[in-house]
């Protein structure tokens, strides 16, 4: 337990919360709302029942409720409230606030009962769209504001893919119905972030498709050998920090020397690195795409 974050700084209230610092100072001297320890230099600093109670707060007043009268509740009325808005299909906040809670103490049954309950009402694509994605975005801000640190992220992260790993698993078990084209999905050298790619992988499945997944820091050179066994290959590739802006305009050079051997196979890429790049200076064989959902639309 030594690894579980207990102490907050305001700051870090205020980046989990999405309630400014200025308001959290002026609900806890009004209100009394929360009561902050204080460090040999006079900083404010906040446990984890504070944070649990403020993001409760900030899911009651984000649902109308005014911060006077969730002032005069009792704390044990307030998470019943919560519960209530839940119900009421307004659980996607909540359940964003559960996976922080989660992810801050590295609790894997409270990832496991969010997202089990969140699974009883949606399907597995809309959670990774409604809730999945709009939690890993918020995680980036949080690791760039030093909120949480990188064995936060890594934790949370394995978890979304094991996820992925079994409903994947699932649709593979039939054979791929549509055989026109071959999807092979790879990350380029010492590129490792694969959320994404795991996900375009199932819903490729998904829709039929035979996918062919090779993962993690793929040399160019080693992808000529599927061009022995398919024709048509659709090549996709997520670039978040590799290639450098700098070494992409080479890089789909090579890779089209590869494309140039399979006339009727493309590449498809997509992620951080690329979104400055203008399609118009690539080869003809490289298409890129700004979402997931263009990617996937076009399919």
């Known amino acids: 337990m030594n690894n579980v974050k207990k102490s907050f700084s305001i700051r870090d209230m205020e980046n ?24 040999d230099t006079n900083i ?20 109308g409720y005014k911060i006077s009268k969730i002032a005069k509740l009792d704390d044990t009325k307030i998470p019943v409230l919560v519960r209530d808005i839940v119900a009421k299909n307004s659980e996607k906040s909540h359940a964003l606030n559960s996976l922080k809670l989660a ?15 969140l699974l009883k009402e949606r399907s597995f694509t809309q959670i990774f769209n409604e809730v999945f994605i709009p939690f890993l975005n918020e995680l980036g ?6 909120t949480i640190s990188p064995a936060h ?46 996900y375009i992988n199932y819903e490729l499945a998904n829709k039929g498709y035979k996918t062919i997944y090779l993962g993690q820091t793929m040399p160019i050179e080693s992808l000529v050998d599927l061009l022995k066994y398919y ?23 090579r890779f089209k020397e590869v494309l140039d051997m399979s006339p009727g196979s493309k590449l498809y890429a ?30």
């Open 103 to 117: 992810m801050l103490n590295f609790d894997q049954s409270l990832f496991l009962q969010t997202y089990n309950s």
């Open 44 to 63: 404010r600093t906040y446990n984890v029942v504070s944070l649990q109670k403020l993001l409760n707060v900030t899911m009651l007043y984000n649902n």
């Open 270 to 299: 997509l992620g951080h690195q690329i979104q400055q790049v203008s399609e118009n200076k690539l080869p003809n064989s490289v298409k890129i795409f700004s979402s997931i959902h263009q990617l996937l639309e076009t399919v």
């Open 231 to 253: 024709s048509n290959i659709r090549f996709i590739s997520y670039f978040t920090v590799s290639p450098m802006l700098n070494e992409l305009e080479d890089y789909f050079n």
């Open 141 to 146: 801000l949080l690791w760039q504001t030093n």
């Open 153 to 198: 992220e890594h934790f949370v992260s394995n978890l979304i893919k094991q996820k992925i790993y079994i409903h994947t698993e699932q649709v593979q078990l039939n054979e791929p119905t549509k055989k026109d084209q071959v999807f092979v999905l790879f990350l380029p050298e010492n590129e490792i972030h694969e959320i994404g790619l795991l």
């Open 16 to 39: 989990l919360s999405g309630i400014k610092a200025h308001t959290i100072r002026i609900w806890e001297k009004r209100y009394n709302l929360f009561s902050p320890e204080r460090t």
